[in-house]
T-cell receptor
């Protein structure tokens, strides 16, 4: 069974600091995703990572994928309050997407 | 035009009742899903349908029955509602060769 582990589950950061969220998964996968969810809202797709060594960046967020280690990271650079949300990684094996538990990120001034 | 639309957005009902949540997608996707998000934010797949055919049925109580009248619709019917069914239910769709799932806005079900 495909399992996805994410850590940390809770992250409180100060503005301007850097941090990394980790996502491990148990079996080979077709694709790895990062989603953002704001309170009371749906899931917003941030990144899709397709191959080993893939790196994608959008603003202060950068995601990478190491398929050999079955590890993806989401790096936050110089955090700002607007990044406060819950971040999920998810792994997709043809019509079957499994999510990590989510990282609840709070960025404090 | 909403790509994946769910109705209702909120649903408050008493234990023991039967209720349905509807989902429609206008993206032409072949595959649709139901996910449950509990109070701790855990997202768990419940069902997936490909072209009206059930392909994933996780260990979900028999009280939950999905119905797909056509590939654009996937409804979720829940019988004999229990307190533990309170959650946010998300519908989603995807298409082979197109990366990413498109999620609906969610239905917050509260059983009292």
């Amino acid at each position: 069974e495909l399992k996805v582990e994410q850590n940390p589950l809770f992250l409180s950061m100060q503005e301007g600091k850097n941090y990394t969220i980790y996502c491990n998964y148990s079996t080979t996968s077709d694709r790895l995703y990062w989603y953002r969810q704001d309170p009371g809202k749906s899931l917003e797709s941030l990144f899709v990572l397709l191959s080993n060594g893939a790196v994608k960046q959008e603003g202060r967020l950068m995601a990478s994928l190491d398929t050999k280690a079955r590890l993806s990271t989401l790096h936050i650079t110089a955090a700002v309050h607007d990044l406060s949300a819950t971040y999920f990684c998810a792994v997709d094996k043809v019509n079957d997407m499994r999510f990590g538990a989510g990282t609840r990120l709070t960025v404090k001034p | 035009d909403t790509a994946v639309s769910q109705t209702p957005k909120y649903l408050v009902t008493q234990m023991g009742n039967d209720k349905s949540i509807k989902c429609e997608q206008n993206l032409g996707h072949d595959t649709m899903y139901w996910y449950k998000q509990d109070s701790k934010k855990f997202l768990k797949i419940m069902f997936s349908y490909n072209n009206k055919e059930l392909i994933i049925n996780e260990t979900v109580p028999n009280r939950f029955s999905p119905k797909s009248p056509d590939k654009a619709h996937l409804n979720l019917h829940i019988n004999s509602l229990e307190l533990g069914d309170s959650a946010v239910y998300f519908c989603a769709s995807s298409q082979p060769g197109v990366y990413g799932y498109t999620f609906g806005s969610g239905t917050r079900l509260t059983v009292v």
